[in-house]
């Protein structure tokens, strides 16, 4: 890697676009930036180059270096004085930086959050926080060999399904099971397998899109079947499926709104309707369930129900393993032994299959399901939707104590800036979109909430909470009791 060569200065600076002659001020601050191996020859520079390998200092340096030379091709009149002081700065002043960048590059990105935004299963944060009992069987399956595809009893290859197979089909009541790596690669497969070269009937108000502008019907388009939409968004009938029934339809699609609802005037077949009219005409249902409740919570009575699909005769039922389930990134496939196995046989299968920890996880997690009282008790996100509203105040009435007692030696807030908020939670991750979960939140008023709200979010651990009306919200539905120290320590340092 080229380190600069004497005279690379002005070189450099006339073949700066927009460097031109008129703007003779600029041109000069562009030649007076240092060169990289002026900034390389600093003593300060020595140590970097003696912790880190050369290649990244040289880098950390030039980017520095571009940094400055942006900012004086950047600064119109307004910005000149900045960058009039880029060109006063020593080889020795970009050490530190280039420091800082380096630092940066070597940390792990990923990095913990303490959710205070009342959102349970937030995709952005994460998804599903897995109980201690799948976080155990990750360590164990990342850091040792395990027995994932290989039968200890018969010394000779397994599948990795094994592990999770008849979990799934006993807690689902299902006849046969498939997990893959997501809820879309599940529902790809599942029409892959049953309607590839043919059409798939899907409900107009059904055509959803899941996040990030990624659409149901997109995703089956890739499995190699047409789309046919059927009925309008409000009211669709039998009907209407058999009207738009031809000799190329494969499969009826059933896709759970999850993350909307359309209310007021409105129809759509059972899904005993579709199973019957997909059978009768030697077709299959595959039915898309998003989030798939399974826990005996009474919030989830408004998702449909996975073992009524199944009992129903839903040929596959799909839902993901991170969303109400409370596990890792998983997609779950269950239903009727002959699709499950023409998916098992899809070549598409291997290209979809599920890691080693996520199936660790999803093993430990659907152990804890076997006994849905305790899976209510261990399972993060159903506890965290399932605690009382009192137990939400209390860890409310400590944050706030935490926050303005002296407990704390160096700083404490006043009383009279930190109050508690009635809040409205949310399950979040696209599941029972408008059930409202009541809440409890600490609201901090002090200064300039958003930037505080910045440097809550630069802190480690970082803390993501919501901004209203000027005040900081803690919602505490999706704290846990154990973060709370945490959590206070972390709002006074961004406060100090
Ligand atoms: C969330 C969702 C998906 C996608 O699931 P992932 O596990 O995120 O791939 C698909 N369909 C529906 C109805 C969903 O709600």
Not at 84 to 113: C, I, K, N
Not at 183 to 209: K, S, Y
Not at 444 to 457: C, K, M, Q, W, Y
Not at 480 to 486: F, I, P, V, W
Request: aromatic letters at 4%.
């Amino acid at each position: 890697m080229s380190e600069g060569k004497p005279g690379e200065k002005g070189k450099r600076a006339k073949d700066v676009p927009g460097a031109v002659a008129e703007d003779g001020g600029r041109q000069a601050q562009l030649r007076s930036l240092a060169a990289v191996d002026e900034v390389l020859r600093e003593p300060a520079a020595q140590e970097l180059l003696e912790r880190y390998p050369r290649a990244l200092v040289t880098d950390a340096v030039r980017a520095v270096i571009e940094r400055l030379r942006a900012d004086i091709l950047a600064s119109g009149e307004a910005g000149a004085a900045t960058a009039a002081g880029a060109a006063d700065l020593t080889p020795a002043d970009l050490v530190p930086w280039a420091a800082r960048l380096l630092e940066t590059a070597v940390t792990p990105s990923l990095r913990r959050v303490i959710n205070a935004t009342g959102i349970v299963v937030h995709t952005n944060l994460g998804r599903a926080v897995l109980p201690q009992e799948a976080v155990d069987a990750v360590v164990t399956a990342a850091s040792g060999y395990t027995d994932l595809e290989y039968s200890l009893a018969r010394g000779e290859r397994a599948s990795r399904q094994d592990h999770v197979h008849d979990a799934l089909c006993a807690v689902t009541g299902a006849e046969d099971a498939l997990v893959v790596n997501n809820n879309a690669a599940a529902v790809l497969l599942a029409v892959a397998a049953t309607a590839r070269g043919g059409e798939v009937l899907i409900c107009r108000g059904q055509l959803v899109e899941i996040g990030d502008g990624f659409r149901i019907p997109d995703i089956v388009l890739e499995s190699g079947a047409d789309v046919v939409e059927v009925g309008t968004t409000n009211r669709t009938y039998v009907k209407d499926f058999e009207k738009a029934w031809t000799q190329r339809t494969r499969a009826v699609l059933r896709v759970h709104t999850s993350n909307f609802r359309v209310v007021g005037f409105t129809t759509e077949p059972s899904i005993e309707e579709l199973a019957n009219l997909a059978h009768e005409r030697g077709a299959v249902l595959v039915d898309d369930l998003g989030s798939g409740a399974l826990a005996p919570l009474e919030l989830f009575a408004e998702e449909p129900s996975l073992k009524e699909s199944v009992a129903a005769g839903a040929d596959v039922v799909t839902f993901s393993g991170d969303k109400m389930l409370g596990g890792p990134q998983a997609g779950i496939a269950v239903g009727r032994a002959a699709t499950i196995d023409a998916m098992r046989r899809h070549p598409l299968a291997r290209a979809l299959r599920i890691d080693k920890l996520d199936l660790a996880a999803l093993d430990a997690v659907l152990r804890l399901y076997l006994d849905p009282e305790l899976a209510l008790e261990r399972v993060p996100t159903l506890a965290a939707l399932a605690v009382p509203l009192d137990v939400v105040r209390a860890r409310a009435e400590r944050l706030r104590a935490l926050l303005t007692g002296q407990r704390t030696a160096q700083f404490a807030l006043q009383e009279d800036a930190v109050t508690l908020a009635d809040t409205v939670a949310r399950a979040g991750a696209g599941a029972l979109p408008v059930t409202e979960v009541p809440s409890v939140a600490v609201a901090v008023d002090v200064g300039d909430a958003s930037a505080l709200a910045a440097s809550l979010r630069a802190g480690e651990p970082a803390v993501v909470c919501r901004v209203q009306d000027g005040k900081l919200l803690f919602d505490l539905r999706a704290v846990d009791g154990s973060e709370l120290e945490e959590l206070a320590g972390a709002v006074l340092a961004a406060l100090a």
